[in-house]
């Protein structure tokens, strides 16, 4: 019964914004702040921050939740839960058996950009514009030490960067001018014979092979319907809360 209620608070929370957004938005065009052109404004960069850093949290959350070996903390969930990034598209999200999360997307700063690189103790190598990343397990000793960075660019003139590690350290930044990599990853790697993990990035083959297995089912959600719905209605009016701000401070 509480976490029926949680729900329905969760619910209620996130359609009294969408209220809120259009009693602000009531008599006038939807005004975008200038979004999408030129250098990132302040409000731009907090709304893209927050929105892609809560897509990567919710795939580093579920797979803590999923069911793992007690005897090596490997994750056992037959559900293949993915966060996907396509610097093409210049979108990101989670997903469970090639099936989009209802909420857990976002889209990229579209005057930007973007590239994929991972980072281990043998140095640096650009992944593919569109890849997908897996938490093999819990056990941090375990982990390989890698870290993958999504960096955008405008050129020369700013950059915006979103970095993230098997054993959950994440970060961002911004700055003016061309972006530089700072990463930390001095330690030994684990070698195959102490139990290490595989990569967090999911090969190709290894995707397909569990694609051909998800395909053939019709998995029931994994949460109720109201707290999906409620998630994407706070997504959609989200975006322009964030521009009502930039509005309010430009006048």
Not at 60 to 72: E, F, L, S, T, Y
Not at 235 to 247: D, G, M, T
Request: hydrophobic fraction near 40%; include cysteine.
């Amino acid at each position: 019964m509480q976490q029926k209620t949680i729900y329905v608070l969760i619910a209620v929370l996130a359609l009294s914004a969408v209220g809120i957004w259009l009693w602000l938005a009531r008599g006038r065009d939807v005004w975008a702040a200038g979004w999408g052109q030129g250098q990132l404004k302040v409000s731009e960069r907090a709304y893209y921050v927050g929105r892609i850093g809560a897509v990567i949290d919710a795939w580093r959350n579920i797979a803590q939740r999923a069911k793992r070996n007690p005897r090596d903390g490997r994750i056992e969930d037959s559900d293949l839960t993915c966060l996907v990034i396509d610097t093409a598209e210049r979108r990101i999200w989670v997903e469970t058996n090639g099936r989009i999360l209802p909420g857990y997307e976002a889209e990229l700063p579209p005057q930007m950009e973007w590239a994929l690189q991972r980072s281990t103790p043998d140095g640096t190598a650009a992944l593919a514009s569109l890849s997908r990343f897996r938490i093999p397990g819990i056990y941090t000793k375990r982990l390989p030490l890698e870290e993958v960075f999504l960096i955008g660019t405008r050129g020369r003139q700013e950059h915006l960067h979103f970095s993230f590690t098997p054993s959950g350290n994440c970060g961002n930044g911004y700055g003016d001018g061309p972006w530089n990599m700072q990463t930390k990853l001095n330690s030994p790697q684990p070698t195959p014979g102490e139990g290490a993990y595989e990569s967090i990035v999911v090969r190709d083959a290894d995707y397909e092979q569990a694609k051909a297995r998800f395909d053939a089912s019709d998995p029931a959600p994994s949460e109720p319907a109201v707290l999906q719905e409620a998630r994407v209605a706070w997504a959609r009016v989200e975006k322009r809360l964030y521009q009502e701000i930039e509005r309010q401070i430009s006048m």
